[in-house]
């Protein structure tokens, strides 16, 4: 059974640039949430995918959008980085998109963005 | 106000002493509860998860949930330094999609 993987690990962007984070959900697992990360900080809802559809959403501009793939792979872009992005993103899996959730939630070893 | 709440530490425990970590969440509708440990440096992972009123026991960790007070808290006995990381806690709103709210978590350091 393969755990969810994450890239690229770290990358360096500047202001104004977009940016593509992957990622691959642990075997089995249906939906993809994507969370980000500031130091010191708990992770903070972005959005989750479930069955291809985004499935819910949190406080996050439109410019940070995704995608979810046939075979539940996901990808997180941000367009117009800002300073505020850099961040630890950590993409997670989990069974059951649209059941009362359980919350069991597998992490990614996350993707490190700085915004210079 | 957060929708869930802790003191973010450093909790300083001595080795073989009993850890309390303490949680609390604004949303009444919040169903599930869970306790993820954090390395620094590294993603979290679940330890923890409870459902309902009272206690809940896995090897040196206990989980207790108080929906009455919106209360959750994490007991880690006979702490170990291996224990040293930041510890969050997570709640899921029942209804639609599982949105789950970390608290910003608790620093927990065990003094060797």
């Known amino acids: 059974e393969t755990g969810v993987t994450q890239s690229p690990t770290h990358l360096i962007k500047t202001r104004g640039q977009q940016v593509t984070l992957r990622c691959s959900s642990q075997s089995g697992h249906n939906t993809v949430s994507w969370y980000q990360q500031a130091l010191g900080q708990g992770p903070q809802f972005i959005f989750q995918y479930y069955r291809e559809e985004e499935n819910g959403r949190g406080n996050f501009p439109p410019r940070f959008s995704g995608l979810q793939f046939p075979n539940y792979s996901s990808e997180l872009n941000v367009n117009a980085l800002e300073l505020d992005d850099s961040a630890l993103y950590l993409c997670a899996s989990s069974l059951s998109g649209r059941a009362v959730g359980t919350g069991e939630l597998f992490f990614g070893e996350g993707s490190r963005l700085t915004v210079l | 106000q957060k929708e869930v709440e802790q003191n973010s530490g450093p909790l300083s425990v001595p080795e073989g002493a009993i850890a309390s970590l303490n949680c609390t969440y604004s949303?009444?509708?919040?169903?599930?509860f869970f306790w993820y440990r954090q390395y620094s440096g590294k993603s979290p992972e679940l330890i923890m998860s409870i459902y309902s009123n009272g206690d809940k026991e896995d090897g040196r960790f206990t989980a207790q949930l108080n929906k009455a007070s919106q209360y959750v808290s994490l007991l880690i006995r006979d702490s170990q330094p291996s224990d040293s990381a930041t510890y969050l806690c997570a709640a899921v709103h029942s209804g639609g999609y599982q949105k789950v709210t970390f608290g910003t978590g608790t620093k927990l350091q065990v003094i060797p």
């Open positions: 949303d009444r509708g919040s169903q599930s």
